[in-house]
């Protein structure tokens, strides 16, 4: 017997096959009518037993989560919502699921109950839906790459170097924690560590890739990335994924084109290929704003505001030209803002990012040309000598979702600005050998994976489009 998903049986279904499916019992109704799910795709099939066929004993035992095998017969259905189903022959209970205990059942959860069971979780349509655009997207960023001559370089995850500070570190080590050994002054003495220097998981692939880069022409990085910021936010993670594209003799603007072709890939991708679960989610929202005040309500709904991204281009817009749009916007001069806009040359909040994308310019923005000094050092420093060749992709309800600049290229210039924020050049020696050697005009950007998803399934919260998150206080499955 070859062995059938869902997904492939509703696609090409067949009047009068014979099949096998197994899967897991999302309903049982009227002892009859068993909606089941094997995770292939957002329906269920139904699976129509006579009871005079099956024991009470078995019938009792096919309740919600519980995994069977079904054979039977493929028949047109009668019912709505469907147009075939499987008029059931046999009937093999797999794994029982006691109600009592299960806590998955066929009604409405909140997200933050389900949130708690994420071990169980991806059995939920939301879930499954969620993790199934989340893989075609993963695919997508890899089919974008690969069709445009990218090659896909992993850097590591256990590094010496913290990328410009990216972010605050968590340590690796295998030194004991009591009685660790000390240098005479009272300092660890990492010489004794695994790797006989103190070593932290990435914040960033970027000082790696450039090196790729610089050789190969153009890569990508997309692993995981790790943060020890105690930032509870709803779109902070301290283990997210991260897609870090990096280009020798592009400079800023082909940077910006680049984000921007390469977001509108990912979108149109899922919206090919997940409209089921798109459909769902949309709907999923759509009851969600309704309970919300009419003010609070989004203008788009999902699937309309996936289109308008991908059919319109980015706004782009200097850091320069953003100030004094703010200093004029109504909620700075009403001080609605939490952080006020005072001068140029402050760093923009969240709240400023998404007055600019979603009351300004009602679209994603790139911002560019920041103030040198609120960006990293491996910046491109331009001729005004006061900003750098940075950049910020913008998106509605998401804020900041990819951040990139032209790098510095300059070999003395790179110097002098490392010694500026305090980074001994001779640490990152391995970095400036490229300056060094054959330098030339490049770029790159980081792109986080998991906003993206949170952008493209409209769910609010970053915890909800990753199988298990990391947070703060949260290390749990
Ligand atoms: P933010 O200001 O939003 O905290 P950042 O400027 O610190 O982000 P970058 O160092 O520029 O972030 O990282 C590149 C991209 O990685 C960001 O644009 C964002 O999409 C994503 N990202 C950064 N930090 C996190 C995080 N803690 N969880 C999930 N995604 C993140
Ligand atoms: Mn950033």
């Not at 209970?93 to 949130?115: A, N």
């Not at 001779?426 to 330098?439: I, V």
């Amino acid at each position: 017997m070859p062995k059938n998903t869902i997904s492939d049986t509703l696609k090409n279904q067949k009047i009068g096959e014979v099949i096998v499916l197994k899967g897991w019992v999302r309903t049982f109704r009227s002892n009859r009518f068993i909606a089941l799910n094997d995770g292939s795709c957002q329906s269920s099939i139904q699976c129509v037993v006579d009871f005079n066929d099956f024991s009470d004993d078995l019938l009792k035992r096919i309740t919600t989560g519980s995994s069977i095998s079904v054979g039977g017969e493929i028949v047109p259905s009668l019912g709505s919502g469907q147009s075939v189903e499987v008029k059931v022959k046999e009937l093999q209970m797999l794994g029982d699921c006691p109600p009592e205990t299960y806590p998955i059942q066929p009604k409405r959860h909140s997200l933050e109950f389900l949130r708690e069971k994420a071990n169980l979780r991806m059995r939920t349509s939301t879930f499954s839906a969620v993790m199934r655009i989340r893989h075609v997207a993963a695919f997508a960023v890899h089919d974008f790459f690969n069709k445009n001559g990218f090659f896909y370089l992993n850097t590591p995850i256990i590094t010496t170097s913290d990328a410009e500070g990216a972010g605050e570190l968590f340590r690796v080590t295998t030194l004991p924690f009591d009685e660790t050994p000390r240098n005479e002054d009272g300092s660890i003495n990492y010489e004794l560590d695994f790797f006989a220097k103190p070593t932290n998981l990435t914040v960033s692939g970027q000082l790696e890739g450039e090196l790729g880069a610089l050789a190969l022409g153009k890569i990508y990085t997309f692993g995981p990335t790790f943060r020890a910021e105690n930032s509870n936010t709803t779109r902070h993670l301290s283990e997210f994924w991260m897609i870090e594209p990096e280009m020798a003799f592009y400079d800023l603007s082909d940077n910006m084109d680049l984000a921007e072709d390469l977001c509108k890939f990912i979108i149109k991708n899922v919206l090919e290929k997940s409209k089921d679960d798109l459909n769902f989610l949309n709907t999923r929202l759509l009851n969600e704003e309704k309970n919300k005040p009419k003010e609070k309500r989004s203008e788009f709904e999902l699937i309309e505001k996936l289109h308008f991204v991908i059919d319109n281009s980015f706004v782009r817009c200097s850091y320069t030209e953003a100030i004094d749009i703010l200093l004029k916007s109504k909620p700075n001069k009403k001080g609605k803002f939490e952080f006020p806009i005072t001068e140029w040359g402050v760093d923009l909040q969240s709240e400023h990012e998404r007055y600019l994308v979603e009351k300004h310019f009602k679209s994603p923005v790139i911002l560019f040309d920041y103030p040198a000094n609120i960006k990293a050092f491996y910046m491109r420093l331009n001729e005004d000598g006061k900003t750098v060749r940075a950049m910020d992709v913008l998106f509605p309800g998401i804020g900041e979702i990819a951040g990139g600049s032209q790098r510095e290229e300059r070999h003395d210039v790179l110097v002098e600005k490392m010694k500026n924020v305090g980074i001994d050049p001779e640490h990152l020696d391995w970095y400036l050998d490229t300056r060094k050697f054959g330098t030339c005009v490049h770029s790159g950007f980081g792109l986080g994976f998991e906003r993206l998803v949170q952008f493209v399934t409209g769910m609010s919260n970053i915890r909800d489009v990753i199988p298990f998150p990391r947070t703060p206080g949260n290390a749990e499955f």
